[in-house]
């Protein structure tokens, strides 16, 4: 068996102030490479938070109070600055939420998708360029010259959520985070974001950690997952198993509150109380453990 | 079922808007067509989904439905009343039977409020609106299933669902006829969806309501819906019973829409199926 190439460690988070409130209770799970591994849950599970403490971005609020994020052998929770800085936006890069605020308004394209190439990798001139436009070719963008010269106002949201997914397979990183890439894009347009990054990722042979709300998305394209609830692992496993027969009472009554548009009556089920209760106690008494020895 | 009466007739409406990125000098806006004439009936009791992606004039119908824009051509009626070219003051009367509830009810919600006011508004402006106010907000709040000790509360006091059924109970308050949602429960959790659907079906059995639902989901359509209109660039391009329309889509743009949600079962063909439409990868302007 091959080493995780991402293995988050029974890692715990919470609010600085007020009462430091956990957010993240002793979250274990780790990303082959080459695979993609889904964050669901509702809001308030903690998926994004995971995302932004594997990319080194949370808020001053939140504060890291135990466990380890080992990337590629190595604690990124215990590394020295110089050398996160050469791992994040390099060998881990993030596809954003939204296509239309990641993009700077006031910047043409061509100059946002290289930023990573200029920084980290120092290229200049007819390279840089030549790099970009082929970037632009694999995302299926065509006129990829017009394209890098366009302001982000100028062109679909679609493509602008293309373009950003270029701009993260630029520096080809072998880890990606990708925050609900898809949330706001209408769904046709989904679906062919969704086979871009399933097509990319797997020929880069790219790790993907896929944070969405949505168990439709994650059906499609996740190999395993991770359901979360206040914080905490629920289940975890194959995602055709778990969505197929899912062993927590919690992840049931997710797919049964969740339409669908291929069955009549779905979706007005909304999560049973005690179903929520008995999770609640359940993360009341983890928040006891890691806050300890953190 | 008998044909209940319609409540909205809409015929061959029109709706065109200046355009607001066209400017010829220092002239007046070109024109820009919103809706192509559309037709649409809303019955009492029935619950009307519209459905369509961003752009396709989904919204602009429905407001145009609660005259809060003024077409530009057909018919618009109101029970049996034609109110197409209808002047505010004339509007008057049919507001309070006509009402809307917003998709983001944490920027719809006045933060300054208390829920006493914000579901009362509506109330104050019907002739003798102290008498029997606060029974009236009590009523509406129940039947939105919320506690009425909530009354007094703000806005970021409650939860997103809490503040989606205020956003309900407002619109229930002055005890409409036809009431419009526009895209209610895209920001909501799966869970508070539901609940939220199962109010408004129980709403439109209950007081015979007719709802427009507008939303980009199909699959929250499919699970609310009696009837369902499919709408692409100001234009229904399909219309019929939901449980039709999901089973036989008789148009290629309807096929392509279903064809294109994921759905919580894992089908391995899925991503690679259906031509890609090449509409999206085209340059705005």
Known sequence: ?????????????????????????????????????????ESGAGKSTIGKAVLGILPRAIEICGGAIHFAGEDLLRLPHRRLDAILGDEIALIPQDPMTALNPSRRIGDQLTDGLRLKRGMRGAALHARAVELLADVQIPE????????????????????????????????????EPTTALDVTVQKEVLRLIRRMQAAHGTGVVFVTHDLGVVAQICDRLTVL??????????????????????????????????????????????????????????GMGPAAHG | ??????????????????????????????????????????????????????????????????????PTGGRLAFDGTDITHASEAELRPFRRRMQMVFQDPQSSLNPRHR???????????????????????????????????????????????????????RAIATRPEFVLADEIVSGLDVS???????????????????????????????????????????????????????????????????????????????LTRGAVPPASTAIVR
């Not at chain 1, 080493?3 to 956990?22: H, N, W």
């Open chain 1, 1 to 41: 068996m091959t080493d995780p190439l991402l293995a988050i460690d029974g890692l715990s988070a919470r609010l600085r102030k007020p009462l430091l409130r956990p957010l993240l209770r002793s979250v274990s799970l780790d990303v082959k490479a080459g695979e993609v591994h889904g964050l669901v849950g």
């Open chain 1, 144 to 179: 990829p010259e017009a394209v890098l010269k366009r302001y982000p106002h100028e062109i679909s949201g679609g493509m602008r959520q293309r373009i950003l997914i270029a701009a993260a397979f630029s520096l080809d990183p072998k880890l990606i985070l990708a925050d």
């Open chain 1, 229 to 286: 609830y206040g914080g905490m692992v629920v289940e975890q496993g194959e995602t055709a198993t778990i969505l197929a027969s899912p062993a927590h009472a919690y992840t049931r009554a997710l797919l049964a509150a969740t339409p669908r548009h291929d069955q009549a009556g779905s979706g007005t089920t909304p999560i049973p109380p005690a179903v929520t209760a008995a999770l609640a106690t359940e993360v009341a008494c983890y």
């Open chain 2, 1 to 70: 079922m008998a044909e209940a009466p319609a409540l909205i007739e809409a015929k061959d409406l029109a709706l065109e808007l200046p355009d607001m990125t066209a400017r010829r000098g220092l002239g007046p806006r070109p024109l820009a067509r919103i809706l192509h004439p559309v037709s649409l009936t809303v019955r009492r009791g029935e619950i009307v989904g519209i459905v369509g992606e961003s752009g396709s004039g989904k919204s602009s119908l429905g407001r145009t439905l609660l005259r809060l824009y003024r």
């Open chain 2, 115 to 169: 829920i006493r006011t914000i579901v009362g508004a509506g109330l104050d402006l019907a002739p003798g609106a102290a008498r029997g106010r606060e029974d009236a907000l009590v009523a509406a709040l129940e039947e939105v299933g919320l506690e009425p000790a909530l009354l007094d509360r703000f806005p970021h006091e409650l939860s997103g669902g809490q503040r989606q059924r205020v956003g309900i109970a």
């Open chain 2, 192 to 270: 508070t969806q539901a609940q939220v659907l199962t109010l408004l079906k129980t709403l439109a059995r209950d007081r015979r309501l007719a709802l427009a639902f507008i939303s980009h989901d199909l699959s929250v359509i499919r699970n609310l819906c009696d009837r369902v209109v499919v709408m692409r660039a100001g234009r229904i391009v399909e219309e019929g019973a939901c449980a039709t329309l999901f089973a036989q889509p008789a148009t290629p743009y309807t096929r392509q829409l279903l064809d294109a949600i994921p759905s919580p079962a894992p089908d391995p063909g899925w």
